[in-house]
């Protein structure tokens, strides 16, 4: 712990393998769990930087292979940096390109080096390296800065090996790359729903001395108890004194299952992506806001819920909203889907703190009305 360092995570509470702690940054202190909604293009979708603001946003995440397509990351730099081109005082996390470009790019090839593909936007074509993603995220201005990585599908051995050793090399090039002080760069483990493979990586990438840790390839359709299995093989090895981030999982019984593994961040597109279906997000499931029992209901969607959409608007409204297609209904069920997680994290680190995680994942996971999960949602209690 070095009050002159940029970067340093602070262990605040202990349950089992639950933790709460505090990320200092650059922008401020986030405390964790927590959970970072998604700013895709610099925006997260249809909300205001005020309004993240009074939902006590503690971090966000933009994407590094949507700005530097779009507008690019030396027009960013420009206009100096992530934090005032957006108007958000708070800490940014980047990821490194690598997970769009495997994802959305309408073709790719790639070889030892790095990336090339097609932009999805114009069909140019580009080329991303571990250094060339540094120097990118480095223009961005990040608080925290992500490994360029390849990612595998789960259950495809070969191609997760082959990946793993990429990720691992580009890994050390991606330290070596890297100028700003101000910035923490996370190294990404890998190794699909393999648990040897997990474990190679996980102490691979512990190894080369990253002040954070983050697990890739997970949340990508592979089935929950793998997922579990993986993060509970990488937690093993990853050490307690970096934070854990859990890249891409934002479901509430994630975030209960994932920090009852010992993962301290997670971000996902989920809550904003779901308001704009007009799903709402509650503690015991999702609501359909377009059915039509919602027509004459005068109740909020959550009762109790303090999110400024549920002290001020009735399932009523919000459905008018919606069937008129105005565009305050993305953004009201935003503030309330974003409020929804951002509570679950800080209930889970106000637990943790009392001593009383045990009970309060026990609980959370009974009251989801629907199961959400397939498998076990349930973490065992011992
Ligand atoms: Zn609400």
């Not at 958000?88 to 390109?97: A, F, H, Q, Y």
Request: proline share 6%; aromatic share 8%.
């Amino acid at each position: 712990m070095n009050l002159n360092e940029p970067f340093w995570f602070e262990l605040v509470a202990q349950q089992g393998k639950a933790r709460a702690g505090i990320l200092h940054t650059p922008h401020g202190d986030i405390p964790t769990p927590v959970f970072a909604p998604v700013g895709t293009q610099a925006t997260v979708k249809a909300l205001t930087p005020a309004q993240l603001d009074e939902l006590d946003t503690p971090l966000i995440l933009a994407n590094t292979y949507h700005l530097y397509l779009r507008p690019g990351d030396d027009l960013i730099a420009d206009m100096g940096g992530l934090h005032p081109f957006m108007g958000w005082e708070r800490p940014i996390l980047t990821d490194s390109g690598g997970f769009q470009v495997f994802s959305l790019a309408k073709m790719r090839k790639v070889d030892d080096e790095g990336v090339t593909f097609k932009s999805h936007i114009d069909g140019s074509m580009h080329r991303l390296t571990p250094e060339k993603s540094i120097a990118i995220q480095e223009n961005l201005g990040a608080d925290i800065i992500m490994a360029f990585d390849e990612c595998a599908p789960p259950y495809d051995r070969e191609y997760n090996e082959q990946a793993m050793a990429r990720t691992h090399a580009w890994a050390e090039r991606c330290l070596k790359a890297k100028k700003r002080p101000d910035q923490a760069l996370f190294g990404i483990v890998q190794g699909g729903a393999f648990a040897d493979l997990r474990e190679q990586s996980a102490r691979a990438i512990a190894a080369s001395g990253f002040p954070g840790h983050a697990i890739g390839g997970l949340s990508v359709g592979e089935s929950k108890a793998d997922m579990h299995a993986m993060i509970e093989v990488v937690n093993a090895v990853l050490p307690d004194d970096k934070p854990r981030y859990l890249m891409g999982v934002g479901m509430p019984d994630d975030l209960i299952n994932g920090v009852w593994r010992g993962i301290d961040m997670f971000d996902c597109v989920l809550p904003t992506r779901l308001a704009r279906h007009q799903a709402a997000m509650t503690p015991t499931g999702r609501i359909n806001l377009m059915n039509a029992v919602n027509a004459r209901d005068e109740h909020p969607i959550v009762e109790g819920c303090q999110c400024y959409t549920c002290r001020h608007f009735s399932r009523a409204y919000l459905r008018h909203l919606i069937v008129a297609k105005e565009m305050l209904a993305a953004t009201l069920v935003s503030i309330h889907n974003i409020h929804t997680l951002l509570d679950i994290a800080r209930g889970m680190r106000q637990a943790i703190i009392a001593q009383c995680f045990d009970q309060y994942a026990r609980e959370f996971l009974m009251h989801l009305a629907q199961p959400q999960t397939a498998g076990d949602a349930i973490p065992g209690l011992s």
